[in-house]
């Protein structure tokens, strides 16, 4: 899922560029993924159209990643399980055990408590592709 991980919606992207959230998006704009931005507080971030929800979203999502609390992530799950999404990603700090069992139950590989920015550039580095 590093290798490829296709499209990738980030739910509660901020436009602040010194949240994570933000970073994060903007590196992997910058490795040549496709972002798409979700969060219903603004239209437009980094230039590209953001979606109120994950439903919202008009075309297919292959990974989401999560920047949203603990709290808030059984409800993203519930989303991404009706996605047609291959993997839910709750970034680093993040753990809901009831959102992953829901996941997996509809058969997302989940991923927990884990950066994708700092995932992905380690695996790139790994494969000589730089950081």
Known sequence: MLERPGTIAIVGLSVDETRAS??????????????????????????????????????????????RRAEECLAVAEQASVSGARVLWLQQGIRHPAAEALAEAAGLVVVADRCLMVDHAAYRASRGAGS
């Open 22 to 67: 933000h970073r994060v998006a903007r590196y992997l704009l910058q490795a040549g993924c496709e972002v798409i931005p979700v969060n219903p507080l603004y239209e437009r971030i980094l230039g590209l159209r953001s979606f109120p929800t994950l439903a919202a979203v008009d075309r297919p999502i292959d990974l989401i990643d999560v920047f």
